[in-house]
């Protein structure tokens, strides 16, 4: 074998090499998503990552600040959020509940039909004009959002909006698409909200991010104030003032059900409650 064959075998062998290199660095096709979980209608299926970030903040309306770019938001390990926005808030949140729970008995992909008097009267909120623009200027902030969440520093999702829509101005019905992107929270985990506890915290949005925040784990773990002040996406500025406000939306909970009782030590807070019979087996599992 001559030393030309020899060099143009190996030139050969380099390129198959670095052909096979670039097919494995090509991204992997994403498949789509075949269909939403079911839950019983007394619950809100509710994606983790909404619940353990500051993606739907617990602050009031007339707290809202508006990203101006991608932005990182606070969240659990494990998840990373970011936004590009006005921002969320927990009545954001209910509207694109109550939607995802009227689509979850279809396939991804088909719109759902419903009346803005419907949805407000499922939300328990009041019929006249001043609730119908406040659900326009919900829907408006839900569609107009865009937002990037990666998980363990795997994959990357980002979509604008989690839902797009179409309104009949005359009769004032929906027709809504939901974005697949935003479905896909729902592959990394959900938890089961109880909508009727969750009713008798409406207007007291700290109450709600901590009713989701403690519901997605069935055993809450010691947090420093700090964290669910990051999480929540709290503007409160005065440290006092915030403990005051988790104190004050704990009491909420234990009141409703929620949870059993709480601690704040100095700085961290201890909660305790009953896990869900499917959280008890998740705990149960991990200690085999």
């Not at 408006?140 to 179409?166: D, M, N, S, W």
Request: hydrophobic share 35%.
């Amino acid at each position: 074998m001559t030393q030309n064959t020899v060099t143009s075998l190996t030139n050969l062998t380099e390129r198959f090499q670095s052909l096979t290199e670039r097919k494995k660095a090509q991204p992997r096709r994403v498949e789509p998503l075949a269909t939403l979980p079911s839950w019983p209608t007394g619950m809100r299926g509710t994606p983790n990552a909404c619940l353990r970030s500051a993606l739907f903040a617990g602050v009031q309306g007339n707290e809202r600040i508006a990203y101006k770019k991608r932005t990182l938001l606070a969240a659990v390990e494990g998840i990373e959020v970011r936004y590009l926005g006005v921002q969320l808030n927990q009545s954001d949140l209910d509207v694109w509940m109550q939607i995802v729970h009227l689509s979850r008995m279809q396939l991804p992909g088909f719109s759902v039909t419903f009346s803005a008097h419907a949805l407000l009267m499922a939300l328990g909120r009041s019929t006249g004009k001043s609730q119908h623009e406040w659900l326009k200027e919900s829907m408006a902030r839900l569609g107009g959002a865009f937002v990037e969440i990666t998980y363990h520093g795997r994959q990357t999702f980002g979509e604008k909006g989690f839902l797009r829509y179409h309104r009949d101005e005359i009769t004032q019905r929906y027709v809504v698409e939901l974005t697949e992107s935003m479905l896909r929270l729902f592959e990394d985990g959900y938890t089961h909200i109880e909508f009727e506890q969750r009713q008798q915290l409406r207007k007291h949005p700290l109450a709600l991010w901590l009713h989701g925040f403690l519901s997605s784990h069935a055993a809450p773990y010691p947090l420093k104030l700090q964290t669910l002040y990051q999480l929540s996406g709290s503007s409160t500025q005065n440290p006092r003032d915030f403990k005051l406000r988790v104190r004050k939306a704990l009491q909420a909970l234990v009141t409703i059900g929620a949870i059993e009782r709480f601690e704040i030590d100095e700085d961290v807070v201890k909660v305790k409650k009953q896990p869900t019979p499917t959280q008890k087996r998740h705990l149960e599992l991990r200690q085999h």
